[in-house]
T-cell receptor, first 113, second 109 residues
């Protein structure tokens, strides 16, 4: 079975802190994605990566950056956390170009106080 | 207007009922996905389809490309089907999905 693991289920940070959310997949997938999920808005794409060191902005990249130094790991970085970044963050991966089925991690619920 | 619209937003059913969740989209797509999210956050992919109909156990997904509409049906619903069901479409950029806001289903005994 494909496994997508997010480093934390719950995280509480203070405004202005630098926050790292880590995601690791064990199926050698080329594509990896970071989403945030907010009530009434559904999942929105923050960034995605289709290869090591490659990244593309999604629909809401402002305030975020990403890093993909190894194929299995995709990190989301909040340079200076703000309260409006309180949300559920979901990582996903999929094989090859063309997307196909995306496999999701369990999510990280981040609260910024 | 969202590119992907789901209805209803919330649905309560009694065990055994036949359930239909609808998804309409306004863009050209190459595929449509149905996903299930249980309380606690984990998301599981149920179906990916680009035409016709797919069936898996008590779940059936259909799509009408001309009408830009898909339905997810659950036969003989059970309380363990309680979850949020999400429709997502894959359009021009091959790897990106656009998501609906989800339908929250509660199945009671």
């Amino acid at each position: 079975d494909v496994k997508v693991t997010q480093s934390s289920r719950y995280l509480v940070k203070r405004t202005g802190e630098k926050v790292f959310l880590e995601c690791v997949q064990d199926m050698d997938h080329e594509n990896m994605f970071w989403y945030r999920q907010d009530p009434g808005l559904g999942l929105r794409l923050i960034y995605f990566s289709y290869d090591v060191k490659m990244k593309e902005k999604g629909d809401i990249p402002e305030g975020y950056s990403v890093s993909r130094e190894k194929k299995e790991r995709f990190s989301l970085i909040l340079e200076s956390a703000s309260t409006n970044q309180t949300s559920m963050y979901l990582c996903a991966s999929s094989p090859g170009w063309g997307g196909l089925i995306q496999y999701f991690g369990a999510g990280t619920r981040l609260s910024v106080l | 207007k969202n590119e992907v619209e789901q209805s209803p937003q919330n649905l309560t059913a009694q065990e055994g009922e036949f359930i239909t969740i609808n998804c309409s989209y306004s863009v050209g797509i190459s595929a449509l996905h149905w996903l299930q999210q249980h309380p606690g956050g984990g998301i599981v992919s149920l179906f990916m389809l680009s035409s016709g109909k797919k069936k898996h156990g008590r779940l059936i997904a259909t799509i009408n490309i001309q009408e830009k509409h898909s339905s997810l049906h659950i036969t003989a619903s059970h309380p363990r089907d309680s979850a949020v069901y999400i429709c997502a479409v894959r359009g021009g950029t091959a790897s990106k999905l656009t998501f609906g806001t989800g339908t929250r289903l509660q199945v009671t005994l």
